[in-house]
Nanobody, 126 residues
Framework: QARLAESGGGLVRPGESLTLSCAASGLPFTRYTMAWFRQAPGKEREFVGV????????FVADSVKGRFTISRDNGKNTVILRMNNLKPEDTAVYHCAASSGVIVSQMRSHTAYNYWGQGTQVTVSS
């Protein structure tokens, strides 16, 4: 049974940083495309970033480019989202997702992912 567990969320002030981690178990981690999405109250789930060893893809959404980076540690079956210069509009629940066969053109779509974590809350407020 595949399981994704996020950690690292919290309450920070604008301009501060957070690092989110997603620990994966029960799946062949290196074969999976791993992504982060976020969802704010009353809004749709939004793509944040993706990393895929299979396709060599590693990119983040334009809305966070230059502030967020995504990486993976295959030895620890973990995907990491480093978030710098956080803004109030980054406030959301951040979810980790995994897919075994998503193609590059679909990586930004939440419907392409078949495993999801419960999410971790990130709140940016002064």
């Amino acid at each position: 049974q595949a399981r994704l567990a996020e950690s690292g969320g919290g309450l920070v002030r604008p301009g501060e940083s957070l690092t989110l981690s997603c620990a994966a178990s029960g799946l062949p981690f290196t074969r999976y495309t791993m992504a982060w999405f976020r969802q704010a109250p009353g809004k749709e789930r939004e793509f944040v970033g993706v990393t895929s060893q299979r396709t060599g893809s590693n990119f983040v959404a334009d809305s966070v480019k230059g502030r967020f980076t995504i990486s993976r540690d295959n030895g620890k079956n973990t995907v990491i989202l480093r978030m710098n210069n956080l803004k109030p509009e980054d406030t959301a629940v951040y979810h980790c997702a995994a897919s075994s066969g998503v193609i590059v053109s679909q990586m930004r779509s939440h419907t392409a992912y078949n495993y999801w974590g419960q999410g971790t809350q990130v709140t940016v407020s002064s």
